[in-house]
């Protein structure tokens, strides 16, 4: 049954309106007849009112339940599935007090209960619906009957060839015997073989004799490469040495005064070039520049009423291509609901994408481009993010950072800068080359820490998700498809057609690079025209590129423009999108097709695909999966090589194709309100966080600013202010200064901060040790709101040391990221990985690490240590003239494992990253042996990635996780090491030491204890 014809029923009986609860658009379709309601029809729930039709599905009602009460007539849509296993669906329908009349089958594949108003009803007569499962599942009896008949006939012909197969057995038995003679003469050959195989031994002998010689020499070249490495280890101390000389020489007087007059002449040296100039003021100011730059800063200013949505694209804003048009696209979307603020990778030359912003009287937007920042030089992808991290900084309202661009998106990951407000659009993870489609390398490594940070992921297309999902067994759970977005011709395209006799116009708009299939089209138009034929090309394109991953093409380009340059062909290099639609208007056929070998494996959509259905107009291109699933697999204008470009042309047969229908899921008006939820409301109070070091808050900070607090952040030193005037900017615009560390940040604002605003102070551990307790003593309690610590013990030696009274004063621990950090298997066999995150400082006691290893491979040899993270040689500051001592400590250390076989080969260093979850999965015991700590995140981070820790008696250890991890000495930790191997339920242990972590120190509640203090 028709819907229209359901809805022509309830109308006969006095109901006069329709309103569609139900998502599906092809519902709205077949509401109509002849393109027009048969009632007066809505989607919004507001209009339900009494003698309404509402249409519904089965999953949804019982979210609607309090419309029921109202004298409706109700449509409910459910699968052939659902009636079937939906056991309570009468007792639902008596619920919402509805009575049904009717159920019936409707031309969407799906069943349609009808259901009137019915307040005395409590319990529906079930007949109706046993009556449509009995009739559903009667044919499916039918079917299974049909298959019975069919196996039955499968089997008769299985008897037959199993006859068949005995025959040939016989026949293989006689076969065997003509291959048994065979044999015996192979034997003869073998003898023969043995025969010449000894006159080969005794050859073998005199090589073996020639191996042990070259064995000998190879010992002498060890030893000798052993001398070298302890000569290098000997030069690099003495360099180290030097170095320091050099260092305390330089604060002389004299040699101070030296190097000024140095420095003066060094003015006039003609070796010293304008590009090294830039690239020191890169590195160095670029967070000044970016801070003081007066445009940002004026923007900033003005707009804190709203979000802020920071774009940037791995995009030449000076092309038309498809990414470039993505970016205008998703820009013209952002400024519906939030101001936006985009950073151009390059100068803006000309207007050709610009001009397609569509600009909001109620919201604003920023370009900023590399000259506003007076940088002349090309960005580098470190540089690109280190930018987008400063703007961020400076700006409290951005609640969204969306990027194109999988090297950009990944160095953001880096830092948890953008933790929870990081939307990626990638495309640039695989590659289309002669073996199909790839992904490229360490891709999949790439997107699973790009995963950890994402507030949602858009995608192309359906098909690019799966595609990965597949490659990479990463589940990608938060994420949007977005295809490309077109604009209804009506808005923006003026129609254009002027026809010229019978001659035959195919337009092409986009990039020109050899698999685009344009030099083909080009060379076979004009074959044609040889021929006879009238056909002109209009090709419009900004972009002509040699570049391909296929095959290498030195001479395209030459040949491109000559072709361009044809009679039949005409050519127009600058067009913005809406002027090459425009122009595009006029033609009889576009023009999108690439070769099979191309596009066999793409996975994306073409935005000519979609331009042309806004066009109107048939585009020849290729049967892709794609393009199948959206035009059908009939459609006319498919061809699979260009020599089919004549007949598709000379096809009289048009063919109706429903443009506005297929183009309707991609329009913009459609998607207008795709951000809208996706942003929450500013909130009035701003907070500044000031710190030289943000890696235990940067997740907090983003947090914050994800739920629309406006955050933003003042960048210190460790012991100075490099930045006064932003500091005393951020003293006068903020409610709340939050000092990430009590050291020279929390003394200048201790001093500086005003009655109006609040001072909080966050303390770790380094605040009470030597080096950093003249920060404490300075600091103007007065003016601290509140310090907190992050353990007990750290607030006990600060209150004795500095005197603070305890209520100033409050204890909230370090946050542990439960969503970063998984166990995938509780039941994973427990192996003899040992892991040790992190060496530097002497404090963390890698001896002690040395000393358990060497007795565990006393009884396990196969045991392994891996280290994780930057080596102390590595730090900068370890080589101050105050670590020379703690230097050598490791010298000595890196002595020991190379001098111990064992060790040597047990030990493994592993280079410092971002991959830690997935480190994590190798290791079977996470190790502390430090002498102190005040927490011990790594620890923390591989418990709850199912690691058993071994914690060596540091002070709080038990306080702040519990004693049963805690061992003596190396012989209690070798005997908690047999036991835990040899324990009977590994998920239950991983599981209890999971939940202590959990318990305590997850995020979510973390963050809301911080909450509460800040505001």
Known sequence: ????????????????????????????????????????????????????????????????????????????????????????????????????????????????????????????????????????????????????????????????????????????????????????????????????????????????????????????????????KGSRLKYKRIASFYEFKYNQLKQQKIIKMALKIKKMFSFFNKNQTNKQKLLESKTIDLYKTVYANKKLSDFVKKNQDKPIILLYGDINLNVVDGSSVWLSSIFNLAILDAHVIIFSKVNIQNNLIISNFMPNIQNNYLILEPKDLNIREELSVSEISQILNYIDYVTPNIQLLITRGIAVTHELTKNNNFKYRLVPYLTDFYILNKNGIQLKELAGDLLKNINRHVNFWLWQTQEMKEFVEQKTNIKFNKSFYFPPVVFDKNTNVKQKYIKKSDEIIIGYGGKIQPEWGVLELILKVKELNDKGKKIKLLIISSKISARSDFDDYPEFIEKIKKCLVYNFVEYYPNLNRNQTLEKLSSVDYLYGFRPKYFEQSTLEISTKILESLVLEKPIICYPNIINKKLFGKQYPYFINEIDELESVIENKNQVEIDYKALVFPYLFDNRKNFFEDKLSDVKNKKITIASHDYKFIDHFYSYLKSIGFMVDKDLWEWGDNKYLDRSK???????????????????????????????????????????????????????????????????????????????????????????????????????????????????????????????????????????????PEQYEWMHAPGRVCELEYYYKQYDRIEKNIALKNAVVFDEYGNNMPEWYQKIDFILSPSDHESFHYALADGVISGCIPILWNWEEAEKIYTKEWIIKDVQSALDYIKFVLNYNSRESLRKKNIDIVKNRYNNVKIYQELKEKVL
């Open 1 to 228: 049954m028709r819907i229209v014809d359901i809805l022509n029923y309830f109308k006969d009986s006095g109901f006069n309106k329709v309103v569609n609860l139900i998502e599906d658009n092809n519902i709205e379709i077949y509401c109509k007849i002849s393109e027009e309601f048969v009632l007066p029809y809505s989607s919004n729930l507001q209009d339900v009112e009494d003698k309404t039709i509402v249409l519904v599905d089965i999953a949804n009602m019982i979210n609607f339940k309090e419309i029921f009460n109202l004298d409706l007539a109700t449509v409910c849509f459910c699968t052939k599935e659902e009636i079937i296993t939906y056991t309570n669906l009468a007792n639902l329908f008596s619920r919402c007090k509805l009575k049904i009349i009717n159920i019936q089958d409707t031309n969407l594949n799906l069943v349609a209960i009808l259901a009137l108003k019915n307040t005395d009803i409590y319990y529906n007569d079930e007949k109706l619906i046993l009556n449509q499962r009995c009739e559903i599942l009667s044919k499916e009896l039918e079917d299974y009957k049909g298959s019975r008949l069919k196996y039955k006939r499968l089997y008769e012909t299985s008897s037959k060839e199993l006859d068949s197969y005995k025959i040939t057995y016989e026949e293989q038995i006689r076969s065997n015997e003509i291959l048994s003679k065979e044999l015996d003469s192979y034997k003869i050959t073998y003898e023969e073989q043995i025969r010449s195989n000894e006159i080969l031994s005794k050859e073998l002998e005199d090589y073996k004799g020639s191996r042990l010689k070259y064995k000998r020499l190879y010992e002498k070249c060890l030893k000798e490469l052993e001398d070298y």
């Open 729 to 871: 900017y951020c003293v006068h615009n903020s409610d709340v200064i939050f000092c990430e560390w009590g050291l020279s940040n929390a003394v200048w604002y201790s001093k500086n901060i005003s009655k109006n605003n609040k001072l909080i102070v966050r303390i770790h551990a380094q605040e009470v040790r030597q080096k950093a307790v003249k920060f404490g003593h300075q600091l103007n309690i007065e003016n601290v709101d509140k310090i907190i610590f992050v353990s007990e013990r750290i607030r006990k030696l600060a209150s004795d040391i500095f005197g603070w009274q305890e209520n100033t004063t409050c204890v909230i621990p370090n946050y542990v990221l439960m969503d970063d950090f998984i166990c995938n298997d509780l039941h994973k066999k427990i192996g003899l990985n040992f892991g040790m995150v992190g060496i530097t400082p002497q404090s963390k006691r890698l001896d002690r690490a040395l000393d358990l290893l060497e007795n565990i491979l006393k009884i396990y040899p196969e045991a392994k240590l891996y280290i994780k993270g930057m080596r």
